[in-house]
């Protein structure tokens, strides 16, 4: 896990929405992106449309991760964990 999946992790323990990240992180959007679609490839975390609406099937974060919401998983939460 890089560092920044880590630090990322540690705002996904509740739902979170993308612009809230954008915000708290701090990071450009290539960055906040880029990030969030290497823990989505792990199964680290769920993307949703709503707080309660997973989406499933495919998920292009690059192009649609700023209307999405973001969830940690329990792979991804054990993983953070770990470290």
Same mark, same amino acid.
Request: charged letters at 30%.
């Given at each position: ?19 809230? /990240? ?5 990071? @450009? ?7 969030? $679609? @290497?823990?989505?490839? $792990?199964?680290?975390? %769920?993307?949703? @449309? ?15 991760? %700023?209307?999405?919401?973001? /969830?940690?998983? %329990? $792979?991804? /939460?054990?993983?953070?964990?770990? /470290?």
């Amino acid at each position: 896990m890089t560092e920044d999946e880590f630090d990322l992790l540690d705002e996904l323990y509740f739902v979170q929405p993308y612009d809230y /990240l954008q915000e708290t992180m701090g990071w @450009s959007e290539d960055r906040l992106l880029n990030t969030l $679609k @290497s823990l989505h490839d $792990k199964a680290f975390i %769920k993307c949703l @449309s709503a707080p309660d609406d997973e989406l499933f099937g495919a998920i292009n974060i690059l192009e649609n991760g %700023k209307e999405m919401l973001f /969830l940690a998983t %329990k $792979k991804g /939460l054990m993983a953070h964990n770990a /470290l």
